[in-house]
C-alpha cells in the first residue's frame, strides 16, 4: 500500500492510524458500562518510533496500518478520559490534514513551476 514512506506516505500512515484510534475510543465510550469490557486504545509512539526502519517500512508496505495493534489495559473505561483523548485525536487530525494540504500545496507549485 505504502510504496514509500516519503512525507505523503508518513502523513497518509499517521491519518490511517488516527482513524483506527478513532475507532478504538468510540468503542470504549460505546461500552463503557460493559461488564468486562477491556479499554482499547493505539499508542502512536511505539508504531511510529521506528517507521523510517527498513523493518517498519517492509511491515507496512506489506500489511498496511491494519497491522497495529490496539493495546488493551485492564483498567476500566472512563468517559471523561475517553472524551479527552477523542479531543487529542481530533487535533492529531486537523494537523495531518494541514500538512497534507502543504505538501499538496508544494506539489502544485512545484508542476505548475516546471510548465
Do not use: C, W
Not at 497518509?12 to 468510540?26: C, E, H, V, Y
Not at 468503542?27 to 527498513?54: C, E, H, K, W
Not at 473505561?77 to 500538512?99: C, F, K, P
Amino acid at each position: 500500500m505504502y510504496t514509500s514512506l516519503d512525507s505523503m506516505g508518513k502523513v497518509t500512515l499517521m491519518m490511517d492510524l488516527i482513524s483506527q484510534r478513532q475507532k478504538a475510543l468510540g468503542s470504549n465510550i460505546a461500552n463503557v458500562d460493559t461488564p468486562g469490557y477491556i479499554r482499547q486504545d493505539i499508542d502512536f509512539g511505539q508504531y511510529l518510533s521506528s517507521m523510517n526502519s527498513p523493518l517498519e517500512t517492509k511491515l507496512s508496505d506489506k500489511l498496511g496500518p491494519s497491522a497495529v495493534i490496539a493495546d488493551q489495559s485492564e483498567e476500566p473505561v472512563n468517559a471523561g478520559h475517553e472524551i479527552m483523548q477523542l479531543q487529542e485525536n481530533s487535533l492529531l487530525y486537523s494537523m495531518a490534514t494541514r500538512r497534507m494540504s502543504n505538501i499538496v500545496t508544494e506539489m502544485k507549485t512545484v508542476i505548475n513551476v516546471g510548465k
